[in-house]
């Protein structure tokens, strides 16, 4: 089970990254950092259950702040932009 989660998650880092090179615009980017994100913290849900310490999660937490901070910091950015 543990394999198929991970290769399923290698795929979607795979195709995140490729939306995040060839995003047309600003927006697609910002939703596909998000995705990357997302991503990064089912990783390391799923190394935590691999390797059973159950501290990593507080990186988890971590990591799903600076998500929210950084989604919204590119919201920002945009709509910034989009203005002028």
Known sequence: ???FLSA???VA?????????LGPT???RAVVFDLLTAILIAAT???????NDYKVMSLVIVLAVLS???TSLFAYFI???KGS
């Open 1 to 3: 089970m543990m394999w």
């Open 8 to 10: 399923l998650l290698i």
């Open 45 to 51: 849900v799923l190394i935590a259950i691999v390797v």
């Open 68 to 70: 929210f901070v950084g």
């Open 79 to 81: 709509e910034k932009t």
């Open 26 to 28: 600003q927006a697609d």
């Open 13 to 21: 880092l795979i195709l995140g990254t490729r939306r995040l090179l």
